[in-house]
């Protein structure tokens, strides 16, 4: 399995710092979302202007863009053209840069708050359909509706794409057990999210990995046993939440507790 940790855990780095601290740390790859002030990828100019420049230095260190994760959500009719036309720009952008993922939501919440699967369906289709001959794999995350990963499942048995499982959301918010997950899940997941936490008086909050209660060492061996040999991507929230722990830190541990935990 190989390592990447997403641009939503260092807000203040620029593209260079974030290839250079994924060198050092050995990370293998970094998921964009967001470069400084920008979170929408196809306006970030170094991914754009700049890109014979990022292709080369991204060349010269070894690391690769894993993913490119859009704000994309498919199940809310308010947002249906916007995020149609968002997902079809992150792909053709995936498409410029060899990357080979691109994160769609249902929603925009990692716990189900309603949204319509019809309209989700409709909509993920037809990026696959874009997407096809690109290289690009469309996924959708386990957040929102997909918290109830049974209906991710059948949902994708009929769409095409992935499953971009992130580890935390249907244990925290969807009461499901990992085994269970895992099992829904099974040749499905192409990209996987790691993140911990705990609830404090109801309230979840998010822990360095290994400090919280989630169970990642169970979810990794599961991954394990079923051959899974894509990125474990650490998802540090600190875009949204400033108070957490600075980058630095997160993402130097974060590779020692994975091979600690994989032995």
Same mark, same amino acid.
């Given at each position: 399995?190989?390592?990447?940790?997403?641009?939503?855990?260092?807000?203040?780095?620029?593209?260079?710092?974030?290839?250079?601290?994924?060198?050092?740390?050995?990370?293998?790859?970094?998921?964009?979302?967001?470069?400084?002030?920008?979170?929408?990828?196809?306006?970030?100019?170094?991914?754009?202007?700049?890109?014979?420049?990022?292709?080369?230095?991204?060349?010269?260190?070894?690391?690769?863009?894993?993913?490119?994760?859009?704000?994309?959500?498919?199940?809310?009719?308010?947002?249906?053209?916007?995020?149609?036309?968002?997902?079809?720009?992150?792909?053709?952008?995936?498409?410029?840069?060899?990357?080979?993922?691109?994160?769609?939501?249902?929603?925009?919440?990692?716990?189900? $708050? %309603?949204? &319509?699967?019809? #309209?989700?369906?409709?909509?993920? /289709?037809?990026?696959? @359909?874009?997407? +096809?001959?690109? =290289? !690009?794999?469309?996924?959708?995350?386990?957040?929102?509706?997909?918290?109830?990963?049974?209906?991710?499942?059948?949902?994708?048995?009929?769409?095409?794409?992935?499953?971009?499982?992130?580890?935390?959301?249907?244990?925290?918010?969807?009461?499901?057990?990992?085994?269970?997950?895992?099992?829904?899940?099974?040749?499905?997941?192409?990209?996987?999210?790691?993140?911990?936490?705990?609830?404090?008086?109801?309230?979840?909050?998010?822990?360095?990995?290994?400090?919280?209660?989630?169970?990642?060492?169970?979810?990794?061996?599961?991954?394990?046993? $079923? %051959?899974? &040999?894509?990125? #474990?991507?650490?998802?540090?929230? /600190?875009?949204?939440? @400033?108070?957490? +722990?600075?980058? =630095? !830190?997160?993402?130097?541990?974060?590779?020692?507790?994975?091979?600690?935990?994989?032995?």
């Amino acid at each position: 399995m190989k390592l990447a940790f997403s641009t939503i855990g260092c807000p203040d780095w620029s593209l260079d710092e974030i290839i250079a601290a994924a060198k050092d740390l050995n990370y293998d790859g970094v998921e964009i979302r967001g470069i400084g002030g920008e979170i929408y990828a196809p306006a970030i100019k170094q991914l754009t202007e700049g890109r014979e420049k990022l292709m080369a230095k991204l060349a010269s260190t070894g690391v690769k863009i894993s993913c490119l994760t859009s704000g994309a959500t498919f199940a809310s009719h308010d947002a249906k053209d916007a995020s149609l036309k968002e997902a079809f720009a992150y792909i053709d952008l995936a498409r410029e840069l060899s990357v080979p993922f691109v994160r769609i939501m249902s929603t925009d919440k990692p716990y189900y $708050d %309603g949204g &319509d699967l019809k #309209l989700c369906k409709t909509l993920f /289709k037809e990026a696959v @359909r874009y997407a +096809e001959g690109s =290289g !690009v794999t469309p996924l959708m995350e386990t957040n929102g509706l997909f918290v109830n990963t049974a209906l991710l499942k059948d949902f994708l048995d009929e769409t095409g794409g992935g499953a971009l499982w992130d580890v935390h959301h249907p244990y925290r918010f969807g009461g499901e057990q990992i085994e269970e997950t895992a099992a829904n899940l099974k040749g499905k997941v192409k990209y996987v999210h790691l993140k911990d936490s705990v609830v404090v008086n109801g309230t979840t909050s998010y822990r360095i990995m290994g400090y919280g209660d989630v169970p990642i060492k169970e979810a990794l061996t599961l991954l394990k046993n $079923d %051959g899974y &040999d894509g990125y #474990l991507t650490m998802e540090w929230v /600190k875009r949204w939440n @400033r108070e957490l +722990e600075e980058p =630095g !830190v997160v993402f130097a541990h974060f590779p020692y507790f994975i091979r600690r935990t994989l032995g």
